[in-house]
């Protein structure tokens, strides 16, 4: 297509607002081009979009997808050269214990992420792990997991994982790493080990505290340090502040009637946030007969997926929240500062409305603050929270689960300075890869050269990597032992569930190296750890009971009284309210939503998962809003400049609403340098704009850079749904309280009769599978995403092709933006296969291999399925997702044990789509008939629905009437999506539903 | 051919250009115009530089069917929700190109239309190579093209059959019918003009392969007269195909529910469609070729003409469609099908809309001038315009219905790659490949029949 030309761009942001305020504009809406329906705005915003790609397959970006298609996907030139050795098929000799050949056994373990446990239940075929699942007995998981957890499976299987010991760069061995190591160790044990530096990341492990103590004790001037990019350095000063001691909070969401998010992303980015997510929502349901709902107030600089589901969300600078706090304390008579302070109308408006509702629910309310806000604000926070009399009702402080809780910042800062002075003689890093993400002022990649003896000890062969003299490949936490704290401290004992697929090491055996001769296994290590802890009576039944549940009984941290220090609180706040300069423009940095800190970059599925909110894939860009956009003259892929005392980053622009005035995010964890096929060339380094100072956010100039960039986005094609589209349906409580049967009435359902066939005619025997997602609970996490390609094997297809459209995901979760362009509201709409009734795929299809089975499942033959591609043109839910190349990988050895073998992998040239897990209800059918009985009401959950963290998405059988399903579906604010087509969906929604506070109905 | 009625050639009404045969032709020089084109003329630079073009086109084809084979067809620029993409424009439009042909041959013959005479053959052959190349499109386009059998309804040992109620299947029938019955009819109308080759030919591989495909042919009154009799049997086998194929292939879109296919006036929309491209093609066709061949006198003003006037007319049926389009869109009140004909005008693909308006139906309304009907020049380029316009009508169907349909955060954008235009323009090179070696090889006119025509002529005249 020809492109549309380059002009003088014209802003016509005011026609956009009257647009969406006018009472006939849209009233959900995604793209701004659609709501202004201006030309000059339309080109202004348009260039991000495929037809403005270059799109012949040139040579470069074929190879660039086959490159991509390498690590995650496909290719291995190797392996293909290479003939398979012959091998013997033979039936076990001895059976080992439970092992029934495709039958699959769950073992409990526990992954960590920035520290902290979350217990998972993994499912095991013939000896290799193939899906992850969370652990319903586990506190901080209770069944569900979220995309990281999910995807840490590919990082197992990652061919592009570091399998050998390195030494200076060359193959080298373990046992030539020990010689070296007891060399320097014999030197440092004569000098106390006043050369010896150790550095973690965020540690929890009761086994690694205790080894690092006996460390300590052989060498007693040797140092720990800690360092983490996202970490919890706020908090804990927060709590330093205010109780003169770290502790952490924590929260009962299912108690509280208003909750306040000071930029904290709760339900998503914190070490709790699955377990606050469902405690969160559990108070939010409506359906169960319950007719209130909580009310959260989000007050943020870059939507989150925790504001994305406010009631009323107030775009902020990180210096705004920050004023926010100090006035919203002023309000409540806390702290010294004063609201006055605080300036703007609207933005006074909601902060009375906010102080009000926190007041009438004093001792059921909850304040939260994000470990972006800076100390001060925690310990205010602290004492909003008491004032209020939340403290010992829906708050309450325990112990930090961190092994050694602090500041890890200044920690990393000893660390560098000791380097400086050519002090460490031998560093120890263990994880981690401080040498990319530590703050740029501490040129830590430089100094690190300054170390005699730099050993790193990482899972792929990184930045830091490659600045260390020797580097152990790190075993993945599915093939080693170790344990683990949850956020409530509950530890958990990381089982794994096959032995190292290469050469690699735990911590622990590493650290035993410094502690012994004959460095013992990591098994042995970790249980005589526990032996030592003389918990259970009998250490064996002991040992056996906390293998099997995952978790340690009875390690939760009990409940810490703590003593609130106001004196301090005051001292610590700021004399005044945080100025701005309006030529500024304020930089914050965020964990990624999907590689998180960069750790998970070389991870193909959650590369390809679009961003929350965003949907962008396979890339990071300074998000700003449209006013900001508006006023700097740039739009969508346009490249910025961003400086900060000296450092710059050239970077992207992404035009996001609901991001605050004068503020720009970039998402960490991007530009990696030294890292597998995958994430080579994704994305922007915002590490380089990080200091010390500007931690978390900072003052940056912008200007406007030369060139544009071509981003990957799975839904930001123009996209606009209006009322009338019965695609998303929601309302308030009031509304629906006075009115309960809104969404029907205003939905055109056809009736039954409208049709030439025999309306009274059974189609269907039972069971009738069906399922029902609850538009006012899910969070939008993109957990079901990541669980449906790893239970389906859904191919990964690299950026080019999912700029062409051309995604594989199965599930796939919608985004719309509704209300104002600046302040708008933001909704989530998972949206898998319908499974329709009345199909319009099948009928189209010329060789029948998109069919109804007897249960009502829409099913795809993939054998039978020649490509015409004609099922999809006639879905209108475009759900179904085409092989239009060979996407799945068949030839990497390693990628072979990952894939679910109950899931055909497809080939090239076939149509797929959700099957609602056809496999697990097999498992089902075949289990219930070897035990004479029907199948149970929640027996099969669907990979989506398992991990689901606020269980919105409820699957069973239809014909059942007493089935949560059956219910579900009679409910009020059950709504099939374009039901006027009379496909009749077995997939259906229950509307949204936002308790929005009358005082501010007009104002979000 | 037995005519009842005598072919007027004075008193034209109104001027208009009557003549269907050069008054001095006799039975000599029309075989020996057409004959010696095969037999004995050296053949002009042009058709040299046509064919290689023709040729050379095929050749990138092969390769882009090779690479196809190869890859999948994510080569192509097709993807969710844009999953039909050039291969079924292209499809759709090679398959109208083709109802030129049967539509002269045999509706006209049918109606007693003289003047389709010296045209028929040539159109006929058009057909053949038109209906050749679109059926290659639906085959290429299958992610798995190697199993395109499983379309057809043979005794499987798995015992599955095709899903009748897919309009695909009906496609399959429906094109496969019209290709074999165009086959047998351009056949069996060559036979007389294959023995007359046979009877000339002064060499003996000429006589040998036209002797073994003249089938015997002695022009005895008994094959007259089955000759003459299978021939108008076939015609009217062949009419209703003309109808129905493209109807046939309407249904593609008819039958989805997609807005902007799911529409009822599709069928007659389409047929007149394809008769309007299908005219165009053959305009684009036999006016250079006349002029090379210095064929004026076979093929004369008034068939220009007549032709013209079919394409207006079927010109207006078509841009009668797009009204009904739009205005069933708005009357039907459903907000789908409204979206659709706003977004098909002023959505991202509205240029081509727009395009599609310009070539197809405000260009062709220059044919209401006699002036343009008879200038072969402008009648050139008025066709062109129609076979582009009706190219873009196609694409507008197919991918502007297809790019925004029901939910919005499905929406995409299709944009067509090298080896969609590859595709494409191979086809155009085998279609011109094969029009070459028939212009070569064969009577591009039906000598008997513009025999008759001399004899007939003479009739009059005494």
Redesign the interface.
């Known amino acids: 297509?020809?492109p549309i030309a380059q002009q003088n761009v014209t802003f016509d942001l005011a026609a956009i607002r009257a647009r969406l305020r006018s009472s006939d504009g849209p009233r959900y809406w995604?793209s701004l081009e659609e709501v202004a329906r201006t030309r000059e705005f339309t080109e202004f915003l348009h260039r991000e979009?495929?037809?403005r790609?270059s799109?012949?397959?040139d040579g470069l970006s074929r190879r660039h997808f086959l490159k991509l298609m390498g690590a995650s996907l496909a290719l291995a030139g190797l392996a293909s050269c290479t003939r398979q050795p012959a091998e013997k098929i033979v039936p076990y000799i001895r059976q080992p214990e439970e092992l029934l050949s495709g039958q699959p056994l769950f073992f409990a373990t526990a992954m960590t992420l920035g520290g902290y446990a979350t217990g998972l239940l993994v499912e095991s075929h013939n000896g290799h792990p193939t899906k992850i699942e969370g652990n319903p007995e586990h506190p901080m998981s209770l069944g569900a997991t979220n995309a990281f957890h999910q995807a840490s499976l590919l990082d197992l299987y990652d061919p592009d994982r570091s399998q050998a010991v390195l030494h200076q760069g060359q193959i080298s061995n373990w046992e030539a790493f020990l010689s070296a190591l007891n060399d320097s160790l014999q030197t440092q044990e004569r000098r106390k080990g006043v050369g010896l530096r150790i550095l973690t990341e965020t540690g929890t492990s009761p086994t690694l505290h205790a080894q690092i103590g006996g460390v300590l004790k052989k060498f007693p001037e040797a140092r720990w340090h800690q360092y983490e990019p996202i970490n919890c350095d706020n908090v804990h000063g927060g709590a330093q502040i205010a109780f003169g001691q770290i502790v952490a909070p924590q929260y009962r969401f299912d108690r509280a009637r208003v909750v306040v998010a000071l930029d904290s992303d709760f339900m998503f980015a914190h070490p709790a946030a699955l377990r606050y997510a469902r405690d969160f929502m559990n108070a939010r349901r409506v359906t169960a007969g319950r007719s209130e709902m909580n009310r959260l107030y989000a007050v943020e600089p870059v939507p989150t997926v925790t504001g994305s589901n406010a009631d009323h969300r107030l775009p902020l600078r990180m210096s705004e929240v920050t004023n926010f706090a100090i006035a919203l304390g002023a309000e409540l008579g806390v702290g010294r500062g004063s609201a006055t302070n605080f300036t703007g109308v609207s933005d006074q408006r909601f902060l009375s409305a906010v102080a009000a509702d926190l007041k009438t629910h004093r001792g059921q309310s909850i304040i939260i603050a994000g470990e972006t806000q800076p100390p001060f604000v925690h310990a205010l926070v602290h004492a909003m929270n008491q004032a209020l009399g939340n403290t010992g009702t829906t708050i309450h402080y325990t112990a930090s689960a961190e092994s050694n809780a602090g500041n890890q910042v200044q920690s990393l800062r000893d660390l560098v300075d000791e380097l400086k002075q050519g002090r460490v003689e031998v560093l120890l890093i263990l994880g981690g890869n401080p040498a990319f993400n530590a703050p740029a002022d501490f040129a830590f990649a430089e100094h690190l050269k300054g170390a005699r003896l730099a050993i790193h000890l990482s899972s792929d062969r990184n930045e830091t990597s490659a600045l260390c003299h020797w580097h152990i490949p790190q075993n993945h936490y599915l093939e080693s032992w170790s344990d683990a704290r949850s956020y409530d401290g509950t530890a958990s004992i990381v089982q794994p569930l096959i032995l190292p697929l290469y050469a690699g090491r735990s911590a622990h055996e590493l650290l035993d190296a410094l502690l012994q001769s004959h460095p013992r296994t990591d098994y042995d290590i970790v249980r005589t750890f526990w032996q030592s802890q003389q918990r259970w009576n009998d250490f064996e039944r002991g040992w056996r009971r906390t293998l099997h549940d995952g978790l340690v009984a009875e390690t939760a941290f009990p409940i810490r009284q703590v003593e609130l220090s106001l004196d301090q609180i005051t001292r610590a706040a700021p004399r005044s309210a945080i100025g701005h300069l309006p030529s500024a423009i304020e930089l914050s940095f965020r964990p990624d939503p999907t590689i998180w800190d960069g750790r998970f970059a070389d991870n193909g599925w959650l590369q390809e998962l679009p961003k929350p909110i965003t949907k962008l894939t396979w890339d990071n860009a300074a998000l700003i809003g449209p006013a900001t956009a508006q006023k700097r003259a740039v739009s969508n892929g346009d490249f910025v400049e961003l400086e900060a005392s000296g450092r710059r980053l050239r970077v992207p622009v992404w035009i996001t609403p609901g991001m605050a005035d004068d503020c720009v995010t970039v998402h960490l964890g991007y530009g990696r340098t030294r890292i597998g096929r995958v994430g080579r060339r994704a994305g922007f380094d915002a590490f380089i704009l990080r200091s010390a100072d500007s931690f978390w956010s900072g003052l940056v100039t912008l200007n406007k850079a030369s060139g544009r960039y071509q981003f990957a986005t799975t839904?930001g094609?123009?996209?606009?749904?209006?009322a009338?589209?019965e695609?998303y349906r929601a309302g308030t409580l009031a509304d629906f309280l006075a009115h309960p049967e809104f969404v029907k009435e205003s939905t055109r359902t056809p009736s039954a009769h409208e049709t030439l066939f025999n309306p009274e005619a059974q189609l269907f025997d039972s069971p009738r599978w069906a399922m029902s997602i609850d538009l006012t609970t899910c969070i939008g996490c993109n957990a079901c995403v990541l669980a449906c390609q790893s239970e389906n094997n859904i191919p990964v297809v690299g950026k080019a092709?999912v700029a062409?459209?051309?995604e594989m995901h199965w599930l796939?979760v919608?985004?719309?933006f509704s209300g104002e362009l600046d302040r708008p509201g933001m909704n989530h709409?998972p949206?898998p296969c319908m499974h329709c009734e009345t199909a319009?795929c099948e009928?189209?299809?010329?060789?029948?291999a998109t069919l109804h089975d007897h249960e009502g499942l829409n099913l795809q033959v993939y054998n039978?399925?020649?490509?015409?591609?004609?099922c999809?043109?006639?879905c209108?839910?475009?759900v179904?997702?085409?092989?239009?190349?060979?996407y799945a990988d068949y030839h990497t050895p390693s990628l072979k044990p990952m894939r679910n073998p109950n899931v055909t992998v497809r080939w090239?040239?076939?149509?797929e789509k959700c099957t609602y897990c056809v496999q697990r209800i097999s498992v089902a059918r075949i289990t219930a008939k070897n035990e004479n009985r029907p199948i149970r009401d929640g027996e099969v959950l669907t990979a989506c629905q398992q991990v689901c963290p606020t269980e919105a998405i409820i699957f069973g059988d239809l014909s059942d009437p007493n089935s949560r399903i059956a219910k579900l579906k009679k409910h009020p604010l059950d709504f099939s999506?374009?039901a006027e087509?009379n496909t009749r969906p077995r997939t259906t929604y229950l509307a949204k539903l936002r308790n929005p506070n009358p005082a501010l109905e007009n104002v979000a | 051919m037995s005519s009842s009625r005598p072919t007027s050639t004075s008193g034209a009404p109104l001027g208009y250009p009557t003549e269907l045969i050069r008054s001095d032709s006799t039975y000599e020089s029309v075989t020996d115009t057409i004959g010696a084109i095969v037999l004995t003329k050296k053949h002009p630079r042009s058709w040299l530089v046509g064919f290689t073009i023709g040729f050379a086109l095929l050749m990138l084809f092969l390769v882009a069917v090779a690479w196809l084979l190869l890859?999948?067809?994510?080569?192509w620029?097709?993807?969710?929700?844009?999953?039909?993409g050039f291969a079924i424009v292209n499809f759709v439009w090679w398959i109208g190109i083709g109802h030129a042909g049967t539509f002269i041959s045999a509706i006209l013959l049918l109606l007693h239309q003289k003047w389709r005479t010296s045209i028929n053959r040539f159109t006929e052959a058009m057909t053949l190579f038109a209906v050749a190349c679109a059926a290659m499109f639906p085959l290429l386009?299958?992610?798995?093209?190697w199993?395109?059998f499983?379309?057809i309804p043979y005794p499987d040992t798995m015992g599955?059959?095709?899903?009748f109620?897919?309009?695909?299947?009906w496609d399959?029938f429906a094109v496969s019918t019209y290709f074999t019955v165009s086959l047998i009819f351009w056949y069996i109308g060559l036979l007389p003009d294959l023995a007359t080759l046979r009877d000339r030919a002064r060499t003996r591989g000429k006589q040998f392969w036209y002797g073994t495909l003249a089938l015997g042919w002695r022009g005895s009154a008994k094959h007259w007269q089955r000759h003459q009799m299978a021939y108008l049997l076939l015609a009217g086998l062949a009419t209703p195909l003309v109808l129905s194929v493209h109807s046939v292939v309407s249904f593609?879109f008819a039958?989805?529910?997609?807005p902007g296919w799911h529409s009822a006036i599709f069928p007659p929309y389409f047929v007149a469609g394809a008769i309007f491209s299908g005219f165009a093609m053959v305009l684009n066709l036999i006016i250079p070729v006349r002029k090379i061949y210095h064929l004026e006198g076979v093929i004369t003003p008034r068939h220009l003409n007549n032709a013209a006037t079919v394409m207006l007319a079927t010109g207006l049926i078509v841009a009668y469609g797009y009204l009904m389009e739009a205005f069933m869109a708005w009357y039907s009140g459903d907000?789908?099908e409204q979206f659709m004909m706003v977004n098909r005008t002023f959505g991202?693909?509205g240029?081509v809309f727009w395009a599609l308006m310009l070539f197809n139906v405000l260009v062709p309304q220059a044919l209401w001038s006699r002036r343009v009907r008879t200038d072969t020049i402008l009648l050139f380029l008025v066709a062109l315009s129609v076979n582009l316009g009706m190219w873009l009508e196609r694409f507008v169907i197919v991918i502007t219905s297809?790019h925004?349909?029901?939910?919005?955060?499905?929406?995409?954008?299709y944009?067509?790659?090298?080896?969609d235009w590859a595709t494409f323009a191979g086809t155009i090179g085998l279609f011109l490949t094969l029009l070459f070696l028939f212009i070569r090889f064969l009577p591009m006119i039906a000598i008997s029949e513009v025999r008759e025509l001399v004899a007939e002529h003479k009739e009059v005249k005494a």
């Open positions: 297509m020809k995604r979009f495929p037809e790609a799109e012949w397959i839904q094609h123009m996209v606009i749904d209006s009338e589209r695609v092709q062409r459209g051309r796939r919608d985004s719309y709409q949206v319009p009928l189209v299809c010329p060789v029948g039978r399925c020649v490509g015409t591609r004609y999809s043109n006639n209108p839910y475009k179904r997702r085409f092989n239009f190349l060979q090239r040239g076939v149509m999506m374009l087509l | 890859k999948g067809v994510g080569i620029g097709i993807n969710i929700p844009v999953a039909w386009h299958l992610g798995r093209p199993l395109f499983w379309l599955l059959w095709p899903q109620r897919s309009p695909l299947v399959v593609d039958v989805a529910i997609l907000i789908f991202p693909y240029w297809l925004r349909d029901f939910v919005p955060s499905s929406w995409g954008m944009v067509p790659t090298f080896w």
